[in-house]
């Protein structure tokens, strides 16, 4: 009973690390916060991020490891669901990218300040030259590798360039909305708010898919 208590104890202490980690990570940075700020934010010994952990980048890991593993297979269920509900001509472009982006989108809305913490977190490292090709290849290609291949099945005419080039430009719209930086706040003078998530979703899909289809017609038109 009591080996059980300090599991319990240990987990917690354990998840507070990884809470206090990811925020302070998203806020400064990895190299702008040190292992004894963290643990102080967490109310704990600084030995036991050592303990824990490792260290200091086997931390910044296991942060962006807790939220990724949760989420990738949440939208692996919605991109399997949206294919499997579909009809004998498979979803459209619309659907799928809907399906890929509405668990993130969805969770940044309304899964708390963890998940904001973390989605800042996540733009952060991708505009970043030193973590964006490493970090995101380690803990998001398989997902993007299955959102691909998901658009390449409904639309096997279409050229892999130009659905890499969507993809990409997908990437781009999305860190840009998980970053809340308020630009299309002053820029629409209050009337869109880059907190407003749900407007977000209701746009985006519609907009990427009519980018991925524009692309493929021109490029049917010149051949």
Not at 10 to 16: C, D, V, Y
Not at 39 to 68: C, I, Q
Request: aromatic letters at 10%; charged letters at 25%; glycine letters at 8%.
């Amino acid at each position: 009973m009591a080996d059980g208590r300090m599991n319990r104890r240990g987990e917690r202490t354990r998840q507070r690390l990884l809470d206090a980690a990811e925020k302070l990570f998203a806020n400064k940075g990895f190299h702008g916060i040190t292992v004894r700020a963290i643990a102080k934010e967490a109310d704990a010994d600084p030995a036991l991020v050592t303990y824990y952990f490792g260290g200091k980048r086997e931390l910044f890991d296991a942060v962006l490891l807790r939220r990724a593993e949760v989420l990738n297979q949440i939208r692996m269920a919605e991109l399997d669901a949206c294919e499997s509900g579909a009809g004998p001509e498979g979803p459209s472009v619309e659907q799928i990218i809907a399906a890929f982006s509405h668990p993130m989108l969805e969770r940044s809305a309304n899964g708390g300040p963890g998940w904001k913490n973390y989605f800042a977190l996540v733009a952060q490292i991708t505009n970043s030259p030193e973590w964006g090709g490493e970090i995101m290849t380690k803990y998001f290609d398989p997902i993007a590798t299955r959102f691909l291949e998901a658009i390449k099945r409904t639309q096997p005419d279409w050229t892999d360039e130009d659905v890499y080039w969507s993809y990409h430009f997908l990437s781009g719209a999305m860190v840009l909305t998980f970053a809340e930086t308020g630009r299309i706040d002053n820029l629409s003078g209050g009337l869109c708010k880059s907190t407003d998530i749900d407007s977000v979703h209701a746009r985006l899909p519609k907009f990427i898919a009519a980018g991925f289809e524009r692309l493929q017609s021109e490029r049917k038109q010149t051949s």
